[in-house]
């Protein structure tokens, strides 16, 4: 099993490869901007060039550059996921070595580049040998999780077994097992359904307030409605933590009772979201209201893009790195305790 708890040393390895471009490729491009009610806005761009590529059974991996953070290395599963590449993109921005192999989901691999790093895409049935190269060419690698829901439990497993430190921004799955399963293992992660600052602190600010006023809504009725890309297969984890809070102050609620909006004519109409972010915005309302109706509260975060949730990921992976370089003797974190030790740029 590979070790992950030696400092940051310069690690000059191989020459970048050249960036390939597929005749065939073409590019996805997602625009961002975050929008909070006080009006917050930031539009970076993600650019990946894409192309099928045959299965393969083994790929050789190239350190493709050292960078200012010794050799630690991230690899982004799945970075030609919307949210992976939002990711990798981050990461090669901040200046992290993007390791330039991913796992994806079974069927044909992709390769395609990412800020000018070249990246294979490789059927995550192959990870075992993926990960034996990875291992050899990046000792001191964070793994990024951006997949499916369905793909939470195995492959956070898979990451426990083989020692891997990993970054799970995945939601859904069975979310008990897989905190029970990293316990186990001792590998170091932060684990959290919300990865952007803001909305980390709105979250922390909600279980604060549920610690300290415990019962404070009893009786209250909490109604909660969550829009995203239609592409999004599961409910809001977002939601789904944040009600935790509301259900500590006193509100009953089910989890099954949230609403989900995938719809993109009554986004554009009734949620208000911009028609240039269908493809990638995260709206929450939670409507909280008196029995009698005469009191009521409305908290909403809308997002548009992805760089909040990438900035944070970021965020996240420079976290367990130092707290892996520290020997340190918690190994689970979640994005609450990255944003309380200060480590959210
Ligand atoms: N924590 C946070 O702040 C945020 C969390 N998310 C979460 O991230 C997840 C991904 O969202 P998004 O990027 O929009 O989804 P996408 O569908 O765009 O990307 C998911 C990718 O995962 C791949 N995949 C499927 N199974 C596996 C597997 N076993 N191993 C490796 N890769 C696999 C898919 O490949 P294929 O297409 O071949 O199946 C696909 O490319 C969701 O759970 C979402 O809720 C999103 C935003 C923020
Ligand atoms: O799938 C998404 O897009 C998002 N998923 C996360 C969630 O389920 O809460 C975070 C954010 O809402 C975007």
Redesign the pocket.
């Known amino acids: 099993m590979a070790t992950h708890c030696a400092p940051f040393t310069s690690n000059l390895r191989n020459p970048s490869p050249p960036t390939t471009t597929h005749p065939h490729s073409h590019t996805l491009q997602s625009h961002n901007c975050t929008t909070f009610t006080g009006g917050l806005k930031f539009t970076p761009s993600l650019n990946l060039k894409v192309s099928a590529m045959e299965p393969k059974s083994s790929v050789r991996v190239q350190a493709a550059s050292s960078s200012s953070f010794g050799d630690l290395a991230v690899m982004v599963?799945?970075c030609?996921?919307?949210?992976?590449g939002a990711v990798a993109e981050a990461a090669v921005g901040a200046g992290l070595q993007l390791v330039p192999v991913c796992?994806?989901?079974?069927?044909l691999g992709r390769s395609f580049s990412v800020q000018g790093v070249s990246v294979e895409a490789v059927d995550?049935r192959d990870r075992e040998g993926v990960m034996d190269q990875v291992l050899k060419e990046y000792p001191n690698v964070v793994v990024v999780d951006?997949?499916?829901?369905?793909?939470v439990n195995?492959?956070a497993e898979f990451y426990c077994s083989r020692g891997l430190p990993f970054v799970m921004?995945?939601?859904?799955g069975d979310r008990e097992k897989l905190i029970e399963d990293v316990l186990k293992s001792g590998v170091y992660s932060v684990i959290?359904?919300?990865?952007?600052k803001q909305v980390v602190a709105f979250q922390a600010a909600m279980a604060i307030m549920a610690e300290q006023f415990p019962g404070a809504f009893s009786g209250y009725k909490l109604q909660v409605t969550e829009s995203h890309?239609s592409?999004?297969v599961?409910t809001?984890?977002?939601a789904k933590a944040i009600i935790g809070s509301f259900q500590k102050l006193g509100l009953a609620y089910d989890m099954e009772e949230i609403e989900m909006v995938r719809d993109p004519k009554r986004q554009i109409e009734e949620m208000k979201v911009p028609e240039e972010h269908l493809n990638g915005h995260?709206f929450h309302t939670y409507r909280v209201v008196s029995p009698d109706g005469m009191v009521n509260f409305e908290f909403q975060h809308n997002v548009c893009g992805?760089s909040i949730?990438a900035e944070?990921?970021v965020d996240a992976v420079l976290f367990l790195a130092k707290k892996i370089r520290e020997r340190a003797d918690k190994k689970l974190y979640n994005m609450i305790d990255v944003l309380r030790e200060g480590n959210m740029r």
């Open positions: 599963n799945d030609s996921g919307k949210m992976g796992l994806t989901g079974p069927g995550s951006y997949t499916l829901p369905a793909a195995g492959n921004g995945t939601t859904g959290a359904p919300q990865m952007g890309q592409t999004k599961d809001s984890g977002t995260a992805r949730y944070g990921t």
